[in-house]
């Protein structure tokens, strides 16, 4: 049932009848008056508020190629970057001096298959409860003191401290629960070969369709991309030497911090350059105004 | 164990299915809004439709800024014989009396209002000053806001459908060089109206009112009710009384208004929670309406929804966390890789509250506001406080729906700007600089000041 609105059949009506209306496009005037600066601009560039931006199809098709062929490459080659991406961790383990105990062999996920993580020794809370005490006391005040000088980050450091103690619990009351360094790694690669497959496709809706230079987009998904690995090998890294030197107290907060998080952080700070990049171009390229 | 554990996985599953829903309408936002046409904009006939306006300010305590918004809206093009001001003096204690009679005495447009009792706060204030009004149609400009010559005949412009009974203007900061927050509130806000409003005006659904910078039809107004004093958020209030009543609210982008934004956490949190409360509130009133609506089609009806229970996000991120939190020590851990990824996605895509990354991205592209973007990681933070404090104020609103107690206050929002005795616009105070009025009568910001 179609009810009528209210204002409908009272009031004035004003029968609106202009056709639509697309200004002239400063970089259609041939003779580049307006780059030049030394005459006036051929055109009033109209308010920002009616801007947006042209695609076109083959844009659109162009950023589908890009993020299918990223995803299959990944996929194709899953086994390469597994390896690769090991040899990067185990080195990096290896120069900070960590014990390698050796290599192990662990399943990722469903068609990815199994590949080889480096193990290391693993702190136990049995093995010295007082460490735990200090590294947990240290880190607590640490925290205190950033959540007292720094606004900005008040809540982000509750939810560290939240994480903290959360960790302190598992260790003390329930001392069975352990997780070594090749089960680490495991959930590891678990989560970032999932980002690797589905970071092109974010890639592809983030910076090859808003980018004027089509080949600037797809560098920047390719950049992404190949960050996205390096970073991932790192931070496990970073993350075996943090669980060799204090256990599981710090596992949560590698996980919800240094984990995902990290990845859209950076994820992030690529969109935020590509579209400070972009800004300045698409504004005379690729902007449609519209009344 | 085994029941924890299941309760974890629903927990886990629900706040996922939330977010993702929420994730998805945001980016069909952003992409509709980046790039596709926008239907017929009303800003054509700005200056064609020429009501009698009332314009309402209510003010309490606003002797920093009174005489900038009264001067402003006198410089305004509009026709006077069909303009009226009415400043309400809401029980200030300060000059702001004095500054509204000595304009009052100076231009007669202007109608002062002193209410020395009563109900206090805005809705009251707008209460008897919509008895006081003449106009067709009714203005609202908060008291820190700076609108330009041309703003009102803008804001009246959508009016000439009938069927429009509210209509919404771009609410920018100009204060954000004060802090990081007040920048990071740019980006936000930027998202907020260039891409989040006016991408639900091009779609047909609803673009909230926000109770400044925009106006109301008086008879829509006296059709619904009026205002309700009782709610903390008198905005959002009325914007689904009259969209399930079967009133448009239309979306003006063009009709850009400055105001300040906060600049410490403790005022942006007290804003907040104000708002996620009277939000919820108005959740729990209308959810039933807008379901019900003979005049709302499906879509805007599912977009009324998200728009009414956005705060619940925050808690429904919250438990998600936790949910995850107690799966990881559980001897299900190795499944949540695959839940954590689609719950860090889809809720890292909501921070900032109530705009996306991706929204952020694109209000700065569409506004060419190259300054500011490098700051969009640093919103991360902002998400947190928000988070935090959207929580802390659902809690004590539902902790006093059960114990039946008053319910939350009406918070005023600090003002910052110094010296603001009329001198905004053409006197020597610092902040005039930071404003240029083209020939338009649009007040647009001097780059060469901001980027300073």
């Known amino acids: 049932m179609v009810v009528p609105r209210p204002g409908a059949s009272s009031g004035p009506s004003v029968q609106v009848s202009i056709p639509p209306r697309r200004s002239s496009l400063p970089w259609r005037d041939k003779g580049g008056a307006h780059m030049r600066g030394d005459v006036r601009r051929a055109v009033i560039y109209p308010h920002r508020s009616v801007r947006g931006l042209h695609v076109t199809a083959a844009r659109l098709v162009i950023a589908v190629i890009v993020a299918a062929f990223l995803s299959v490459g990944v996929y194709l080659a899953r086994e390469r970057l597994l390896f690769e991406h090991n040899r990067i961790s185990r080195g990096l383990v290896e120069l900070c001096d960590l014990t390698v105990l050796g290599v192990q062999t662990v399943d990722v996920f469903g068609p990815i298959g199994s590949t080889p993580v480096v193990v290391t020794k693993v702190f136990r809370f049995g093995d010295a409860p007082v460490r735990v005490g200090i590294l947990f006391m240290a880190s607590v005040i640490g925290l205190l003191a950033i959540h007292r000088r720094v606004q900005l980050a008040r809540n982000f450091v509750v939810f560290l401290l939240i994480l903290l103690l959360v960790a302190v619990g598992v260790m003390v009351f329930s001392q069975s629960f352990e997780i070594g360094s090749a089960e680490f790694a495991q959930i590891w690669l678990r989560m970032e070969v999932l980002v690797w497959l589905l970071v092109p496709w974010f890639s592809a809706f983030l910076f090859v369709l808003l980018e004027p230079a089509v080949w600037l987009g797809i560098l920047w998904a390719l950049a992404v991309q190949a960050y996205a690995f390096l970073w991932s090998a790192f931070r496990l890294a970073f993350c075996l030497a943090v669980v060799h030197y204090s256990g599981l107290l710090f596992v949560p907060l590698l996980w919800f911090c240094l984990g995902l998080l990290a990845d859209l952080v950076y994820l992030m700070v690529f969109y935020s350059l590509a579209t400070h990049t972009a800004i300045g171009r698409s504004w005379g390229k690729r902007a449609m105004w519209q009344f | ?452």
């Open chain 2, 1 to 452: 164990m085994a029941v924890l554990i299941l309760l974890a996985k629903c927990c886990l599953g629900f706040a996922m299915a939330v977010l993702t829903l929420y994730a998805v309408r945001h980016y069909a936002f952003a992409l509709y809004r980046l790039m596709l046409r926008r239907p017929r904009d009303t800003m054509e006939l700005a200056g064609f439709v020429l009501p009698r306006i009332s314009v309402l300010v209510p003010m309490h305590n606003e002797e920093k800024v009174a005489a900038d918004v009264l001067r402003a809206l006198v410089e305004c093009d509009y026709d006077w014989n069909r303009l009226e001001i009415l400043a309400i003096n809401d029980r200030s204690q300060d000059r702001t009396g004095q500054i509204i009679d000595d304009f009052a005495a100076k231009y007669s447009i202007i109608k002062p209002i002193h209410r020395t009792d009563g109900a206090g706060g805005k809705g009251a204030a707008l209460v008897q000053a919509t008895q006081e009004a003449t106009g067709e149609i009714l203005l609202l400009f908060d008291a820190d806001y700076f609108p330009g010559r041309a703003m009102l005949k803008m804001l009246v412009s959508p009016f000439c459908d009938p069927e429009v009974g509210a209509v919404m203007g771009r609410v920018i900061p100009h204060n954000t060089g004060a802090s990081v927050l007040s920048a990071l509130l740019e980006l936000e806000r930027a998202a907020g109206y260039q891409v989040g409003q006016q991408a639900r005006h091009n779609l047909g659904l609803t673009p909230q009112f926000g109770g400044t910078v925009g106006g109301v039809r008086a008879s829509a107004l006296r059709a619904v009710g009026g205002w309700h004093v009782e709610t903390l958020t008198e905005d959002t209030d009325l914007t689904f009384r009259l969209v399930v009543k079967g009133w448009k609210v239309a979306y003006v982008n063009r009709a850009e208004c400055y105001e300040e934004a906060p600049e410490t956490w403790a005022v942006r949190k007290k804003q907040i929670a104000r708002w996620a409360t009277g939000h919820t509130d108005c959740l729990h009133r209308f959810w039933k309406e807008v379901l019900a609506s003979p005049y709302l089609s499906p879509f805007e009806k599912i977009d009324g929804l998200f728009v009414l229970a956005c705060y619940w996000t925050a808690p429904i991120l919250v438990l998600g966390w936790l949910a995850s939190l107690v799966l990881f020590f559980s001897p299900e851990a190795h499944h949540v890789p695959v839940f954590s990824v689609a719950l860090a996605l889809v809720g890292y895509q909501l921070f900032g509250n109530q705009a996306t990354f991706f929204e952020l991205g694109a209000a700065a592209l569409l506004d060419g506001n190259a300054r500011l973007i490098y700051l969009m990681p640093l919103n991360l933070f902002n998400f947190f406080a928000s988070t935090g404090a959207i929580c802390a104020a659902l809690f004590r609103y539902y902790a006093g729906r059960i114990s039946g107690s008053s319910g939350p206050r009406w918070h005023k929002t600090k003002r910052y700007r110094e010296n603001g005795h009329g001198k905004l616009f053409g006197g020597s105070n610092a902040a005039a600089s930071l404003f240029i009025q083209g020939a338009n009568g649009i007040y647009t910001r001097n780059m060469e000041r901001w980027g300073a």
